[in-house]
């Protein structure tokens, strides 16, 4: 009776996003901020092409570094729309969505990491020149894998919930009354 019991009070726990939200409104909160940065770089790219001033404090290396940026820009902003819809709704194919979406970010961030260090390695990038760069990517990417993880179990949770009622339409917990307990009789 007591494993009962036990099993009981673990199956009212519930899965955390960053150890205080729960899942959903975890998710939520993060395709909110990934949207708002977008649209930030969105609004300072804009006024960066009409004024023509450079602006060093975002772009302090243009070329490759702002081509990035424009193709994570217009990958985000669809991305993390459906991401903030999925997860309201609890429409299970736009948070996976998301999810493939987060993963593809994450391995990204790994592969920028690697080419990194290949570069610094064979004499190719200077490392005193970007000093802050490799542990931002290394926060980066840990970060992006761990809300990748965290979108994923968003995506199962909503899954197993829906098979739940897809199985038991009709299902009620059995409930004990008086009446109930008074009608048997041995």
């Known amino acids: 009776m007591e494993n009962e019991w036990k099993v009981a009070r673990e199956g009212k726990k519930?899965?955390?996003?960053?150890?205080?939200?729960?899942?959903?409104?975890?998710?939520?909160?993060?395709?909110?901020?990934?949207?708002?940065?977008?649209?930030?770089?969105?609004?300072?790219?804009?006024?960066?092409?009409?004024?023509g001033s450079d602006i060093p404090l975002i772009n302090p290396s243009p070329g490759v570094f702002s081509i990035f940026k424009v193709i994570?820009?217009?990958?985000?902003?669809?991305?993390?729309?459906?991401?903030?819809y999925g997860a309201s709704s609890q429409h299970e194919k736009f948070?996976?969505?998301?999810?493939?979406?987060?993963?593809?970010?994450?391995?990204?961030?790994a592969i920028?990491?690697?080419?990194?260090?290949?570069?610094?390695?064979?004499g190719a990038l200077n490392l005193?020149?970007?000093?802050?760069?490799?542990?931002?990517?290394?926060?980066?990417?840990?970060?992006?894998?761990?809300?990748?993880?965290?979108i994923r179990r968003l995506y199962l949770q909503i899954v197993m919930e829906k098979t739940r009622e897809s199985l038991l339409p009709c299902y009620k917990p059995p409930q004990r009354t008086e009446a109930i307990a008074e009608s048997i009789t041995f």
Do not use: H, N
């Open 14 to 51: 519930r899965e955390r996003c960053c150890f205080c939200f729960d899942l959903r409104r975890g998710v939520i909160r993060l395709a909110s901020a990934k949207l708002a940065v977008a649209c930030l770089f969105l609004l300072i790219g804009i006024i960066k092409l009409m004024d």
């Open 72 to 84: 994570w820009v217009v990958l985000c902003l669809p991305f993390a729309a459906m991401g903030l």
């Open 95 to 109: 948070v996976y969505a998301y999810f493939v979406y987060a993963a593809t970010m994450a391995a990204l961030s």
């Open 128 to 150: 005193e020149t970007l000093p802050i760069s490799i542990p931002m990517i290394i926060i980066s990417g840990g970060l992006q894998s761990y809300f990748a993880y965290v």
């Open 112 to 122: 920028a990491l690697s080419v990194i260090i290949i570069k610094v390695a064979t």
